[in-house]
């Protein structure tokens, strides 16, 4: 799915500032792409976490209820927070 994202002018009228493109990736769950409409075309993939940590205890088959961003019971907390604490932000 692509969403167009707007910005009023002040003279009223309406510009274009950012698309995302939304992906429901396989190993890291949903996901959105936002690239710039204006030079110099920057983009921003924005990753959502506690998805990937869903899709992470699944494979380990770990008990777990998510209710969206959040968790609500896992069998095996202290390996959720190991899995919390692998993320790390990496800047290119």
Same mark, same amino acid.
């Given at each position: 799915?692509?969403? #167009?994202?707007?910005?009023? #002018? %002040?003279?009223? %009228? +309406? ?5 995302? @493109? ?5 190993? /890291?769950?949903?996901? +959105?792409?936002?690239? $710039?409409?204006? +030079?110099?075309? %920057?983009? #921003? ?6 998805? /990937?940590?869903?899709?992470?205890? #699944?494979?380990?088959?770990?008990? +777990?209820?998510? $209710? =969206? ?5 896992? %069998? ?9 604490? =692998? @993320? ?5």
């Amino acid at each position: 799915m692509i969403a #167009r994202i707007c910005g009023l #002018r %002040s003279d009223g %009228s +309406f510009t274009t500032t950012s698309d995302n @493109l939304y992906v429901n990736d396989g190993g /890291w769950g949903l996901m +959105f792409v936002r690239i $710039c409409t204006y +030079f110099p075309l %920057s983009a #921003r993939v924005c990753l959502n976490q506690h998805h /990937w940590l869903a899709n992470r205890m #699944r494979e380990e088959k770990i008990d +777990f209820r998510q $209710c =969206s961003n959040a968790f609500l019971k896992c %069998s095996d907390p202290k390996r959720l927070q190991e899995m919390a604490n =692998s @993320l790390r932000q990496k800047i290119c």
